[in-house]
């Protein structure tokens, strides 16, 4: 074969949006299924484990993402940027991925000891450097699955994870089931990680045969700019995932285990909304913004219809989620966790706001501006460090809590505000429906809820509840907004349908 592949994102709006589509589809597909089942194996998991495994799970990741190095040079975004792939560029960003990953690898080792003297037990120590040991692992394959996603290729990945998810679980539950939970929620991390490298080598053999007849090199001056443009945009990511991990270590030092236990399940549970849409956000977005970077009527165009999107599928569930809480959680988990009922009740206002900040994220990103996301994340990361442990130490997960929405919201008003220089967004007649249709669904159901009063079986309860938040979330917004609603709505049904088309 020649000594380039070429990576064509197409002269037409059409294709491109035709492949974002078709990876956003099997992204979200995955994505439900991983949610759907990794919910059912939790309420198993919830009812055999204490908040205390939970807390000290919590606790090791903190310490993992704070030692791994690889997400923090953000090489795929770096390697997306170019529209051509051969040896030098793939073997550049593998030699690249492979020393991180070992590098990272040392330094959890090399730390371990401090933090076993600084109090952290050995289970903490135990989770952040298996999962270390993993990373380096999964480093080895890394190049490939960039590869696959800067074309938007995400069905591979996607069907491999469908399928090893459900297996990864079976260690977890055989723990579990003998009293020996310490490590099963860390046995199913690993055991998904081992299948899903091995499944993916398998498709590597098969499917990307081309790039091994690549002859792979390391060249120090591409190995430089990547890491030019990845560090600013990896920074940014580490930063951002320090926002939503410095939360558990604060709590998890001053309150104990237990106590982030609880935390750590109702932040779990109010992400629902949130991990639907950040599979595609964090992944399909980043690569179409890239390729359409040039294009600013068209980047416009996607990217308000990827936060009309956003709103109007985070918003109904999360209030589904806010209603039905107190049932919800006593019906699922038992009463010895409703605990968790008002602290998830607050950072449900996360999980409808956080997406929307991905979301410009991926736009800073895939524009070239990757250091937008530094500044607004440090800006984040301060107001959580210093709220956090103020409100943690006067209230505890609660006051946590609180402090997470204020540095959430904070951090998506200063990144408008900086997105203005790039282009303008109709944000009024983006959010105006969903903020109206949500507080239209809210007075409703006050008025159902006195009507009907809470005398219901659990299971009725839920059931209704959620229903009535969906239907209703829907029905308003297609009557605040309708012309709005219904173009939208109909745009992206065309796209599904012509793409559907054009692979028979």
């Given at each position: 074969?020649?000594?380039?592949?070429?990576?064509?994102?197409?002269?037409?709006?059409?294709?491109?949006?035709?492949?974002?589509?078709?990876?956003?589809?099997?992204?979200?597909?995955?994505?439900?299924?991983?949610?759907?089942?990794?919910?059912?194996?939790?309420?198993f998991l919830m009812r055999l484990l204490s908040p205390q495994i939970y807390g000290e799970f919590a606790l090791g990741m903190?310490?993992?993402?704070?030692?791994?190095?690889?997400?923090?040079?953000?090489?795929?975004?770096?390697?997306?940027?170019?529209?051509?792939?051969?040896?030098?560029?793939?073997?550049?960003?593998?030699?690249?991925?492979?020393?991180?990953?070992?590098?990272?690898?040392?330094?959890?080792?090399?730390?371990?000891?401090?933090?076993?003297?600084?109090?952290?037990?050995?289970?903490?120590?135990?989770?952040?450097?298996?999962?270390?040991?993993?990373?380096?692992?999964?480093?080895?394959?890394?190049?490939?699955?960039?590869?696959?996603?800067?074309?938007l290729h995400f069905k591979p990945g996607s069907l491999i994870s469908s399928v090893v998810m459900p297996i990864s679980y079976?260690?977890?539950?055989?723990?579990?089931?003998?009293?020996?939970?310490?490590y099963s929620l860390l046995a199913q991390a690993a055991t998904f990680s081992l299948l899903s490298q091995l499944v993916g080598?398998?498709?590597?053999?098969?499917?990307?045969?081309?790039?091994?007849?690549?002859?792979?090199?390391?060249?120090?001056?591409?190995?430089?700019?990547?890491?030019?443009?990845?560090?600013?945009?990896?920074?940014?990511?580490?930063?951002?995932?320090?926002?939503?991990?410095?939360?558990?270590?604060?709590?998890?030092?001053?309150?104990?285990?237990?106590?982030?236990?609880?935390?750590?399940?109702?932040?779990?549970?109010?992400?629902?909304?949130?991990?639907?849409?950040?599979?595609?956000?964090?992944?399909?977005?980043?690569?179409?913004?890239?390729?359409?970077?040039?294009?600013?009527?068209?980047?416009?165009?996607?990217?308000?219809?990827?936060?009309?999107?956003?709103?109007?599928?985070?918003?109904?569930?999360?209030?589904?989620?806010?209603?039905?809480?107190?049932?919800?959680?006593?019906?699922?988990?038992?009463?010895?966790?409703?605990?968790?009922?008002?602290?998830?009740?607050?950072?449900?206002?996360?999980?409808?706001?956080?997406?929307?900040?991905?979301?410009?994220?991926?736009?800073?990103?895939?524009?070239?501006?990757?250091?937008?996301?530094?500044?607004?994340?440090?800006?984040?990361?301060?107001?959580?460090?210093?709220?956090?442990?103020?409100?943690?130490?006067?209230?505890?997960?609660?006051?946590?809590?609180?402090?997470?929405?204020?540095?959430?919201?904070?951090?998506?008003?200063?990144?408008?505000?900086?997105?203005?220089?790039?282009?303008?967004?109709?944000?009024?007649?983006?959010?105006?429906?969903?903020?109206?249709?949500?507080?239209?669904?809210?007075?409703?159901?006050?008025?159902?809820?006195?009507?009907?009063?809470?005398?219901?079986?659990?299971?009725?309860?839920?059931?209704?509840?959620?229903?009535?938040?969906?239907?209703?979330?829907?029905?308003?917004?297609?009557?605040?907004?309708?012309?709005?609603?219904?173009?939208?709505?109909?745009?992206?049904?065309?796209?599904?349908?012509?793409?559907?088309?054009?692979?028979?």
């Amino acid at each position: 074969m020649a000594g380039d592949i070429t990576m064509s994102p197409g002269d037409q709006e059409t294709p491109i949006a035709f492949r974002a589509v078709r990876g956003g589809i099997w992204l979200l597909g995955s994505s439900y299924w991983s949610l759907a089942f990794g919910f059912v194996a939790n309420i198993f998991l919830m009812r055999l484990l204490s908040p205390q495994i939970y807390g000290e799970f919590a606790l090791g990741m903190f310490f993992y993402s704070l030692f791994h190095l690889r997400g923090k040079l953000g090489l795929n975004f770096a390697f997306a940027q170019q529209k051509a792939i051969n040896g030098e560029t793939v073997g550049t960003l593998f030699t690249l991925d492979v020393l991180l990953g070992l590098s990272g690898l040392l330094l959890t080792l090399a730390a371990a000891p401090l933090l076993l003297y600084w109090g952290y037990s050995q289970a903490v120590l135990v989770i952040a450097v298996v999962m270390a040991v993993l990373a380096f692992l999964e480093s080895f394959l890394a190049v490939f699955g960039v590869v696959l996603e800067s074309n938007l290729h995400f069905k591979p990945g996607s069907l491999i994870s469908s399928v090893v998810m459900p297996i990864s679980y079976l260690p977890a539950f055989l723990l579990a089931l003998r009293h020996e939970g310490q490590y099963s929620l860390l046995a199913q991390a690993a055991t998904f990680s081992l299948l899903s490298q091995l499944v993916g080598l398998i498709y590597i053999v098969y499917a990307l045969r081309p790039l091994f007849r690549l002859r792979w090199r390391y060249r120090s001056s591409l190995a430089v700019n990547y890491i030019k443009f990845g560090a600013t945009t990896g920074i940014g990511n580490f930063i951002a995932g320090q926002v939503t991990q410095i939360d558990n270590f604060i709590l998890g030092t001053l309150a104990g285990t237990t106590v982030l236990g609880h935390y750590d399940r109702a932040y779990r549970l109010a992400q629902w909304p949130a991990l639907l849409l950040n599979a595609v956000i964090g992944r399909a977005a980043v690569f179409t913004y890239s390729q359409l970077r040039d294009d600013r009527q068209r980047l416009q165009r996607s990217s308000t219809m990827m936060l009309w999107i956003t709103a109007n599928v985070a918003t109904p569930v999360a209030l589904a989620l806010f209603l039905s809480a107190p049932d919800l959680v006593a019906l699922l988990f038992g009463a010895q966790w409703l605990p968790v009922v008002p602290i998830l009740r607050i950072l449900l206002i996360v999980s409808v706001a956080r997406p929307l900040w991905e979301n410009l994220g991926a736009l800073f990103i895939g524009t070239g501006r990757p250091r937008r996301i530094i500044e607004v994340s440090l800006l984040q990361l301060a107001v959580l460090a210093v709220a956090g442990l103020l409100l943690a130490q006067a209230a505890g997960a609660l006051g946590m809590a609180f402090a997470v929405v204020l540095a959430t919201l904070i951090g998506l008003l200063v990144a408008y505000a900086m997105l203005r220089r790039l282009f303008s967004l109709p944000l009024r007649d983006t959010f105006l429906g969903p903020i109206l249709a949500a507080s239209l669904t809210l007075a409703l159901y006050w008025v159902l809820v006195r009507m009907v009063g809470s005398t219901l079986p659990l299971w009725l309860a839920v059931t209704w509840k959620i229903a009535y938040a969906l239907t209703a979330f829907v029905l308003f917004s297609a009557l605040v907004q309708p012309v709005q609603f219904r173009s939208r709505l109909a745009y992206v049904l065309r796209l599904v349908r012509k793409q559907g088309a054009s692979e028979l």
